[in-house]
């Protein structure tokens, strides 16, 4: 093995951590004990420590030491617009309502979310560049906390202006879940066909919120996905976005596919790398 000392001693901890030697949850030596170890400065035990704590391998913590970490088994979630193998009668996929549970079933896991909670609100800028209101124009928003195998997933925001809901679509402000599914439903209730949508991938560290739903340590050096999903309606002058849903994905725990033309049938699995 080649290298600076803390990289060789880094890699020698990461062979133990991923082997099994040193579980999760176990405290690993302190750096004394591993300056004797491997007979080295006690700086170079913090860069080795430093490195491995960058790499999500372990965590320290203050006045208890540092821990071997949880290593979680990614998901891999389906962006692509297109039917999945596994359930071609959900046409689009990809991280938003029963096309998302339908692919993590089919993956052999149990998904779940809470109720969803309702609030009319005026909406902020950023939504109201995408559904192209003016800012302050009220629109309902649907959020929910979503789990896969009970480990917290996702959290899901959907925006919709609120004359919809005096056009008649109702459900949209029930704190409960719409079985058909939102697009479904608007379509039923007041003909609105969704004709495509446009996704983009942002990357940021968590808010705090983000980081005490999921999990994740406070440092920020674990970071959050968010899917921006605006979707579009057809109208007599083009496309017209109806609704935007933002997805936040913790990265630890999630992977993202987007398939195009001929590909096998089977589901990705996660990257190692």
Known sequence: MTGPMYRRIAEDLR????????LPGTRLPTELELRDRYGAARNTIREAIRLLTHQGLVETMPGRGTFAVQRL???VTTLSAGPLPAAPELGLSGGEGESAFAEIRSRGRSPHA?????????AADHVAARLRVLPGTQVVSRRQERYIDDMPWSLQTSYYPFEFVTMGATDLVRAE??????????EQRLG?????????LLVRQPTKDEARFFGLPDDGRISVVTLVRTSYRASKAGPVPFRVTFT?????????????GAVPDELATPALA
Do not use: C, H, M, T
């Open 192 to 200: 609105l066909v969704q004709v495509g949508y446009r996704e983009r």
């Open 177 to 186: 879940s719409i079985p058909v599914g939102a697009a479904s439903y608007l």
């Open 114 to 122: 809470s109720a969803p909670k309702v609030s009319v609100q005026l």
């Open 73 to 75: 088994e990614p998901f």
């Open 248 to 260: 936040v994905l913790p990265a630890d725990r999630n992977q993202l596919v987007v398939d195009s």
């Open 15 to 22: 062979g133990q951590l991923e082997s099994g030697l040193i």
